[in-house]
């Protein structure tokens, strides 16, 4: 069975940093690219971040575009979302999920190319 299970939210102000990571069991890790998403009450599930299975090729959405920085431990089964410069826009539960395909070189933007997801982590930020 896989599992995704976020970790490192938690409460911050505007102008800090936060790191993410999700760590994956019960899965091929290298096989997959994985993608942060998050959703803030009232909202639509918000594409924030993605990274290829080799950790060669990433996007990111453009309200976090040169702050925030997905990564991919291989070795460690783990996938990493640094945030900077965090504002109150960043208030969200932040998912991570793992790509439906395997050793797909493009990332994907779209919420239905990712299955299984976590639970989520809350991420606040206050001004």
């Known amino acids: 069975q896989v599992q995704l299970v976020e970790s490192g939210g938690g409460l911050g102000q505007t102008g800090d940093s936060l790191t993410l990571s999700c760590a994956a069991s019960?899965?091929?890790?290298?096989?997959?690219?994985m993608a942060w998403f998050r959703q803030a009450p009232g909202k639509e599930r918000e594409f924030v971040a993605a990274?290829?299975?080799?950790?060669?090729?990433?996007g990111y959405g453009d309200s976090v575009k040169g702050r925030f920085t997905i990564s991919k431990n291989n070795a460690k089964n783990t996938v990493y979302l640094q945030m900077n410069s965090l504002n109150p826009q960043a208030t969200a539960l932040y998912y991570c999920a793992a790509a439906r395909t395997y050793y797909s070189t493009t990332y994907y933007a779209n919420a239905n190319s990712y299955a299984p997801w976590g639970q989520g982590t809350q991420v606040t930020v206050s001004s």
């Open positions: 019960g899965l091929t890790f290298n096989r997959y690219g």
């Open positions: 990274i290829t299975y080799s950790g060669r090729t990433t």
